[in-house]
């Protein structure tokens, strides 16, 4: 199974960005839609983006859609999610996932391969 690590997580101020990356080991995403998810204190976790296999469709939350951007480059094996205008309701865990669907499932279900998470905090 395909292991997954994500990086980049900061405390940041409203309006900063972040970059958030995911760096697979042991098999190549490009089989894979990738998914970024993520976990508030206290709330369950919830789907942020998702990108299938060759790039050419991305799905957003309404909650980040025009803020966020998620990417991937399946030669280097990483995926990334782009954070512009970070507000104080963006602060969770980031989880990068995998999932042999070629669809952009807002399902955690539908992911078997799951990072141990990246801490985003942002003040107000």
């Known amino acids: 199974q395909v292991q997954l690590l994500e990086s980049g997580g900061a405390l940041v101020q409203t309006g900063d960005s972040l970059r958030l990356s995911c760096a697979a080991s042991?098999?190549?995403?490009?089989?894979?839609?990738l998914a970024w998810f993520r976990q508030a204190p206290g709330q369950g976790r919830e789907f942020v983006a998702a990108?299938?296999?060759?790039?050419?469709?991305?799905e957003y939350s309404d909650s980040v859609k025009g803020r966020f951007t998620i990417s991937r480059d399946n030669a280097k094996n990483l995926g990334f999610l782009q954070m512009d205008s970070l507000q104080p309701e963006d602060t969770a865990l980031y989880y990068c996932?995998?999932?042999?669907?070629?669809?952009?499932?807002?399902?955690?279900?539908?992911?078997?391969?799951w990072g141990q998470g990246t801490q985003v905090t942002v003040s107000s």
């Open positions: 996932a995998l999932s042999i669907y070629d669809s952009m499932r807002q399902d955690r279900r539908y992911y078997a391969s």
């Open positions: 042991g098999g190549s995403i490009s089989m894979y839609t």
């Open positions: 990108i299938i296999r060759t790039s050419s469709a991305m």
